[in-house]
């Protein structure tokens, strides 16, 4: 589970706003609001059964349906394991329908687009990480302009300026080689100012907006910056491994290599927890530490991390997804073990002297 989690803040969040502009009462926030934290912490089999009974309170379905497809694609991302996909994108479409349902009847348009908008974008994304990228850019590209569209028709909805905001950014950064030419403007700056207007003005969407400057102040090679939000938001949810992988990551490119091996650790510890692990993450993180005590000149203890990944019992479809890892963690060791036989000849070569 690593940056593309982001949009899934950013999706998420989006959707929350619109149960405060529609006539929903207090007990049905307050559902919304837990079942948003749980996710956060990855308590998702709870956070499903919140949600679930907003069923009780709704007067239709379209927000029920979207935040279990948005705690199904979350589970999915950390856990790195896609066998739920059949139920999300059953969830996301039921979304999709239910807010084609509101829009036919011209209910609140601004946030049936916006409904609609965000489902398309997060099944868009989801296809973009199983690699299916023309399927995803059918689907993204619609579901953007439609948040755009409810933007212009209720400019309130500053949730919606995070998803529009991030997609900018990133878009641009993905086109960076094409700015030169004039339908390929960069548009980075614009849409850090519109997550920054999304904290600023957004009731519930601070620490997604923070989680999401948070890698795009990685990409910006901001450390300091990065970290610093990591921290405060941790604060505010102790132990959430979306943003213990930010913090982790900021510190390892940053070169602080001795905090990076602490976050990796607890990242493992957390995730060995789990009941029916696929070890995908344990992958991540092993060659991570890997890395740092190599760079630290400490060559046995990342040969040790190095040999842990290559004796993981990980199934076909894991070890196929982390093929090109596992042949990094390959060289990795053979440069290790390189440096410790160089070690073990000048050591030699004193003793003789």
């Known amino acids: 589970m ?15 706003s619109s149960n405060l502009s529609s006539a929903q009462d207090s007990s049905s926030l307050r559902l919304i609001e837990e079942g948003i934290r749980l996710t956060i912490l990855q308590r998702f089999e709870e956070a499903m059964a919140k949600f679930d009974s907003l069923k009780f309170v709704e007067n239709n379905p379209t927000q029920r349906f979207f935040y279990q497809a948005a705690t199904l694609q979350a589970q999915m991302m950390d856990r790195e394991d896609y066998s739920l996909e059949d139920q999300f994108m059953r969830l996301i479409d039921q979304t999709i329908t239910a ?12 946030w049936a687009c916006f409904y609609k908008g965000s489902a398309l974008s997060y099944k868009g994304y989801y296809l973009a990480q199983r690699k299916r990228y023309l399927p995803a850019l059918r689907s993204v590209i619609p579901g953007i302009k439609l948040l755009e569209e409810a933007i212009s028709l209720d400019s309130t909805i500053y949730e919606a300026y995070l998803g529009v905001g991030s997609y900018k950014y990133w878009r641009t ?43 795009i102040e990685i990409d910006r090679h901001n450390w300091p910056v990065a970290i610093s939000y990591a921290k405060q938001a941790l604060q505010e949810y102790p132990g959430s491994r979306f943003f213990l992988w930010g913090l982790a990551e900021a510190y390892f490119r940053g070169g602080c290599l001795h905090q990076a091996i602490k976050i990796y650790q607890q990242l493992l510890k957390s995730y060995q ?5 696929n070890h995908y993450n344990d992958v991540i993180c092993y060659y991570r530490l890997a890395q740092c005590h190599h760079l630290l000149r400490e060559y046995q203890t990342s040969h040790q991390y190095c040999q842990m990944i290559l004796e993981l019992p990980l199934a ?18 053979y440069l290790n073990q390189k440096k410790l036989a160089q070690t073990s000849t000048n050591n030699g070569k004193q003793k003789d002297e």
């Not at 084609?100 to 011209?106: F, G, I, R, V």
């Not at 927890?273 to 692990?277: D, G, Q, V």
């Not at 076909?316 to 060791?333: A, I, P, S």
């Open 2 to 16: 690593r940056k593309p989690t982001l949009i899934f803040w950013v999706l998420f969040s989006t959707s929350i």
């Open 99 to 110: 807010a084609d349902s509101l829009l036919k009847h011209d209910d609140d348009r601004a």
């Open 173 to 215: 950064r993905m086109m960076r080689f094409l700015h030169w030419l004039p339908f390929f403007p960069d548009q980075r700056q614009e849409g850090i100012a519109m997550i920054h207007k999304a904290i600023e003005q957004g009731r519930l969407a601070r620490p997604v907006a923070i989680s999401e400057l948070i890698w």
């Open 273 to 277: 927890r789990e009941k029916n692990y």
């Open 316 to 333: 076909k479809n894991v070890r196929h997804r982390l093929k090109k890892r596992l042949k990094e963690t390959e060289k990795l060791l």
